[in-house]
């Protein structure tokens, strides 16, 4: 079976330092990646998703990039966090038919900003 | 579309009862819908999902209703019990692969 790793599991950042969260994909090959960001008490935001190793599209101008160095491997970046970073940082893939549409999710990463 | 910057409603029924979760979706091309439940603390959950050529499908204590003329898709809870107390999302997307977009979330309490 597939399993989502995220870390780390909680950070808390100073305004204007750099982030990186990682996600790694086991169980699974080729699969559509996604980070999502949920505000506190909110919904879902999409960040980015990728079809590929390399190929990243973004859903809304913000302060973070993503990359995909490997196959399994989503990356979630910032050069100097903003307060409004803060949140909930969800990654996820599609199954194992993928067509369906269905996600899987990681268990997240909490950011607080100060 | 996007649910960013709204805050959750919530709704609250007693052990036992009926639940129902309504979600109001924005793209008429959509043809494919999806419910998460999130429990505090941890990532969204598929629950049931639903394809545009059908308007219900049932799961375990669960019904998916899907109104396309409205665009209106319904969670039904049977029975419902502490353990569904969580945030419940509904998702859609349009074109198999596409993306999947969240609507803006429905925090269940449940009364013992």
């Known amino acids: 079976s597939q399993t989502i790793h995220q870390w780390p599991a909680t950070l808390v950042q100073p305004v204007g330092s750099p982030l990186s969260l990682e996600c790694t994909v086991e169980g699974t090959s080729n699969p559509n990646l996604y980070w999502y960001r949920q505000a506190a008490g909110r919904g879902l935001q999409l960040l980015f998703y990728s079809v590929g190793i390399g190929q990243i599209s973004s859903e809304v101008p913000q302060n973070l990039s993503a990359s995909r160095p490997q196959d399994r491997q989503f990356i979630l970046s910032s050069k100097k966090l903003l307060l409004s970073d803060s949140g909930f940082y969800l990654c996820a893939n599609t199954g194992p038919s993928g067509a369906t549409g269905e996600l899987f999710f990681g268990e997240g990463s909490r950011l607080t900003v100060l | 579309g996007e649910s960013v910057g709204l805050h959750l409603p919530t709704l609250s029924v007693q052990e036992g009862d009926n639940s129902i979760i309504n979600c109001a979706y924005s793209n008429s091309a959509s043809d494919y819908f999806i419910w998460y439940k999130q429990e505090s603390g941890k990532g969204p959950q598929f629950i049931i999902d639903?394809?545009?050529?059908?308007d219900k499908r049932q799961g375990q204590r669960v019904t998916v209703l899907l109104n396309k003329t409205v665009k209106h898709l319904s969670l039904q809870i049977a029975a419902t019990q502490p353990g569904d107390s969580a945030v419940y999302f509904c998702?859609?997307?349009?074109?198999?692969?596409?993306?999947?977009?969240f609507g803006q979330g429905t925090e269940l309490s449940v009364k013992p």
């Open positions: 639903i394809r545009s050529n059908m």
């Open positions: 998702a859609e997307m349009a074109n198999q692969g596409g993306k999947l977009i």
